[in-house]
T-cell receptor
Framework: GEDVEQSLFLSVREGDSSVINCTYT??????LYWYKQEPGAGLQLLTY?????DMKQDQRLTVLLNKKDKHLSLRIADTQTGDSAIYFC????????????FGSGTRLQVQP | ETGVTQSPTHLIKTRGQQVTLRCSSQ?????VSWYQQALGQGPQFIFQ???????GRGNFPPRFSGLQFPNYSSELNVNALELDDSALYLC?????????????FGPGTRLTVL
């Protein structure tokens, strides 16, 4: 299909780990990104992973990429209330233009 | 802070009117993309400009048009506004040729069409 798919909602307790999943569409996508959007705001780039990598860690964030299944995940360790937001995965497809294709976003709610 | 600014922050128009949204690029970023984000959805690619020329377009009609200026700032113009054009419009800039192709987003302009 054409869509990048994400689950709609995730609720965790403060201090727990959060795992947000994404299924993308194009096996030739070169880069995959995670963006965070807080209410009323634009998109903040969190991290990205190149398609020839399996894992990338950046402080509390860990990205895992399974190219065979076209599955991407974002793990947030020690989740804080400030992490409450909508998280979007995006793929940069291997076309001539450098456009991003986004999922519909996962709303992360962190309970104190 | 990404260094990408957009104006205005909010705008209300009526059906059939025309609107111009503006985006100022982060210093040195020569490529700008525009996205439409409807409520509850992810951003959808409208088009991209590189060195003042359109460099790719998404599934949007011709009444969506754009410009990029020599200083790399950009405009999005929408003619004959429809109710479904109500959305958050985001611009994103990047420096083409850099390996990661990372796009940095502005805060967006919220357009309401009545």
């Amino acid at each position: 299909g054409e869509d990048v798919e994400q689950s709609l909602f995730l609720s965790v307790r403060e201090g727990d780990s959060s795992v947000i999943n994404c299924t993308y569409t194009d096996s030739s996508s070169t880069y995959l990104y995670w963006y965070k959007q807080e209410p009323g705001a634009g998109l903040q780039l969190l991290t990205y992973i190149f398609s020839n990598m399996d894992m990338k860690q950046d402080q509390r964030l860990t990205v895992l990429l399974n190219k065979k299944d076209k599955h991407l995940s974002l793990r947030i360790a020690d989740t804080q209330t400030g992490d409450s937001a909508i998280y979007f995965c995006a793929e940069r497809r291997n076309t001539g233009r450098r456009a991003l294709t986004f999922g519909s976003g996962t709303r992360l709610q962190v309970q104190p | 802070e990404t260094g990408v600014t957009q104006s205005p922050t909010h705008l209300i128009k009526t059906r059939g009117q025309q609107v111009t949204l503006r985006c100022s690029s982060q210093s040195g970023h020569n490529t700008v993309s525009w996205y439409q984000q409807a409520l509850g959805q992810g951003p959808q690619f409208i088009f991209q400009y590189y060195r003042e020329e359109e460099n790719g377009r998404g599934n949007f009609p011709p009444r969506f048009s754009g410009l990029q200026f020599p200083n790399y700032s950009s405009e999005l113009n929408v003619n004959a506004l429809e109710l479904d054009d109500s959305a958050l419009y985001l611009c994103a800039t990047m420096l083409a040729g850099v390996r990661t192709d990372t796009q940095y987003f502005g805060p967006g302009t919220r357009l309401t069409v009545l």
